[in-house]
Structure formats: structure tokens, C-alpha cells
């Protein structure tokens, strides 16, 4: 089998909140790179990328890059055009920001058509631990919300049927610890003991302020408490990890698969997150799963559930699905949630169908 063609757009998609309906700000939109990857087999892949923000028409353009090299080359061999693309780019470019962001579109769309090729769905073909993952909603808590507001929105995700569901701290204003865990309890309150709630910092924390704030929340029972500070203080996650009892979840701001290991060796954290997009594609994202299940940590996703849905089902120390579907607008037919959990589709390959309408809808580019 060859590769024929590229084919990529930029799409703006609003920035709503379709699980809740209580979205922090209207009217943002978000920029994303779609991808097609045809061949002579007559079998196509999808993939998408995104983070570019501002400098979007440079991913795009690296993706139309990187992708012509990619003509002719035979797509089951995935780790050989990715060998090729690193040594005409990322080897000297830098090996993380667009070139990976890049990269990870067109490793994707060729992991979608290698398991097309097998007619298998994809999460079968990486190893097919189970046929439903648990997932939780993620977006719809955030921390600009009023309390009344972060309240109605959290009833609303137990009303759909949400089991697990994401909130913020480190709210607006940089208000005191108090104010920080009263604004959590809020939330826990709303759906009270039995949802599990895990709760995202994005950073926003010194190691002190985390370990003080922390230890004030541990009561509530959250799940897992994220990004608690800079994601490459790997000391001072550490820190924080060892003096909290609430598990530490990291990695969505990491590039690659180098960072891992520091984090992991490190101890600083708990649960491992790994963001398609910004390790690489999927053939980094399996290799990252690995590691952390060697070190007996589990591993949980981030964003973009149609396509990391498939990974988590395929290993065996996958622990939740991020329900955070700024994608689903795109396709035609997106994963069903049953009782809290993703069902798996029996479609080959990631059984994503692009929505034409949709995309010439949100077409700019
Ligand atoms: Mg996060």
C-alpha cells in the first residue's frame, strides 16, 4: 500500500459546553488542523491536531510539510515515516511544539488506516483490554463559574447519567485557601459523596500553596487533584505528592516521551495523563502507557475522548476517559455513553467519519 494524497483544513469550533450548558465565556473559538491521508488502496485515515492558537496556519502548514514526505511511503510502516519525518525536521527544529503537534496528526490518521487495513477497530488491534472504559465529564465545572452556577451545572451532569466529573480550583482573583475549598465543597455538596470528582489546578500553584490547599481538601475525597504546579517541577511535584494522600494526576503539558520518565522516576505523580497530540500520535502515546504500567501507575487521557477512547480500552492499566468532546461536532457518529461508560465501536480503524457538512460549516482555511 502507498500513500497518495494529503488532504487538511483549519476549522474554527465554538468553544460551547454542550454536556452542561453553562459555558464560562461565549463566543471562543477554537482552531483546529483536520487531516486526510488517502492511498492507492483506496483506504483513508483521519487525523486532527491542535494548540496551534495564533500560529495555526503555521501547523497546518507543517502537517502539509511533513505530510508530503509521506507520499508513496508505505503507511503500515509507521515507525519508519516517523524516523523520516524526525530526521528532515524535528531533529533539528526542536523536537516538541508545532513539529510534534504536527507529527501527531499524521500518526494517527496512519494508525486509522492500518487497522482499516486489518479490518479490526482500533483499540482491538492495540491490544483490546475491554470493550467499554469508564469516562467522566470534564469542561462544564470551571472555575470563572459563580457557585450557584458550578452547582446547577454539576446537578446537570448526575441528571445525564455522569458518574465521574472534573472541577477547577485556583479560582479567579487568587482568593485565600479558604475561599479555594469552600468553592469545592460547593461542588461537592451539589452531587454529593458517591460521584467521583477530581479537580484540575492547570499549573496555577505554587508546591507550598498546593500541599496547604491540598491537605484543606482532603476530606472532600476528591479522586485525583491535577496539575497541581509547573508540570516540569518534577521535585516539587514530588514534594506535593508525598505530603497529600489525594492522588496526583499529570502530563497533559508534557512533550514527547522523554518528560515521562523524569515525572515517573521521580514519583511526582499518581496517575499518569498523556495528551495525544502533544506526545506524539498514538505510536509515543502506547509507548508512554508502557512505561507508567511498569512503574504500576495507572494512565488516563486527555481531551479529544473519540480517539483516546480506543487507547485506554487497549491497555491494561487505562483508568478513565477526560468526556471533554470539543471534537464532537466533526463526525458524523461519536462514541455512545451507556452507565457512565464509553462503548467501544466495532467500525475498523477509529470509526470516525468526518461530517462534511459540519466541516464546511467551520471551515476558514
Ligand atoms: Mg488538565
Redesign the pocket.
Known sequence: MKITKILTSILHIPEDDPLADMPEETGRMRPVVTLRIQTDAGIEGVGLTFYGGAMTGSLRTAVDELGALTIDEDPLRIEAIVRKLRAAAGDNCGPAGIFLLALSAIDIALWDIKAKAVELPLWKLLGGARDRVPTYASGSLRRGLTDNQAATAARRLVDKGFVEMKTQMALPGNPSPAEEVRRVRVVRDAIGPDIKLMC?I?QRWRPEQAIDIGKRVEDVGLFWL??VTVCDDYQGLARINAALSTPIAGG?YVWGIVPFRHMIEARSVDIVMIDLVRVGGITQWLKVAGMAEAFNLPVVS?VIPEFHLHLIAAIPNGLTVEYMPWMIKLFQETPPIEQGHLVLPNTPGLGLTFDEAALKSFRVA
Open positions: 484540575d492547570n491535577e496539575d497533559e486527555h
